[in-house]
């Protein structure tokens, strides 16, 4: 028993060195912090080094594919807040097929739509890009004319199941670059158009509330 007992008494006294060791440690960390804050000129050199880190934080953001996106929809969304009464507007929409259904030889399970209008008029599917030329001549990313040509088919396919005859549309807003459009059809339409051509759309007779039943919204 005694032993034992010196053997867990030396683990407790070198556990008990360690954590005088790194407590020495940290308050010596604490001891420059403090002394940093006091002295003028460190503390604006720190100043300085951490508004010079956050300015190239935000230079990265500002720069990215991500944020150019984002500001695009946002221009998307208040553009589309002027429609007439009795539109509905969803933004950031995803749908599930519920089946296995199929689209140019490629099946379709799901969907995700940027921005989805109902209006007396039709259904319509927005695809919201800001792409520069370079990444739009660079193959690199997914056709957006095939993704809003898909998210369409996904809609229309939920409103006949549901049974209903609805025009559904597929457009592409945009105040960059695409690729080449090839055969799509598929409406693009700078930004700053986009209410203009929905509501330049004469057809009637749609029950919007049947239809955002339908999709679920």
């Known amino acids: 028993k005694a032993k034992r007992l010196y053997s867990q008494l030396s683990k407790s006294e070198s556990q008990l060195a360690r954590l005088c060791l790194e407590t020495r440690g940290r308050a010596r960390q604490h ?14 050199q720190a100043l300085q080094e951490e508004i010079n880190r956050q ?12 944020f150019a ?16 009464f009795g539109c509905s507007v969803f933004n950031d929409v995803r749908l599930k097929a519920g089946r296995y259904i199929h689209f140019g030889g490629n099946p379709i399970m799901s969907a995700q739509i940027d921005t989805l209008v109902i209006t007396p008029a039709g259904v319509f599917v927005v695809e919201v890009k800001n792409w ?14 095939e ?9 229309l396919d939920l409103l006949r199941r549901a049974g ?10 945009t105040n960059g670059s695409l690729p080449a459009k090839g055969d799509h ?20 007779g749609v029950d919007v509330y049947g239809v955002r039943a339908a999709l679920g919204l």
């Open 31 to 44: 001891e420059l912090s403090v002394r940093g804050l006091l002295d003028r000129d460190t503390r604006g």
């Open 69 to 84: 996106g984002a500001v695009a929809e946002a221009a998307v969304i208040n553009e589309l807040r002027s429609l007439p």
């Open 132 to 145: 520069s030329r370079g990444f739009a001549q660079s193959g690199e990313g997914f056709s957006p004319f």
């Open 185 to 204: 059809k598929v409406t693009v339409v700078p930004i700053r158009r986009i209410r203009q051509y929905i509501e330049n759309d004469n057809a009637a």
């Open 164 to 173: 209903f005859r609805v025009q559904t549309q597929s457009i592409i807003a």
């Open 147 to 155: 993704q809003v040509e898909r998210a369409s088919y996904l809609v």
């Open 55 to 66: 300015l190239q934080g935000m230079k990265g953001i500002i720069a990215s594919k991500a």
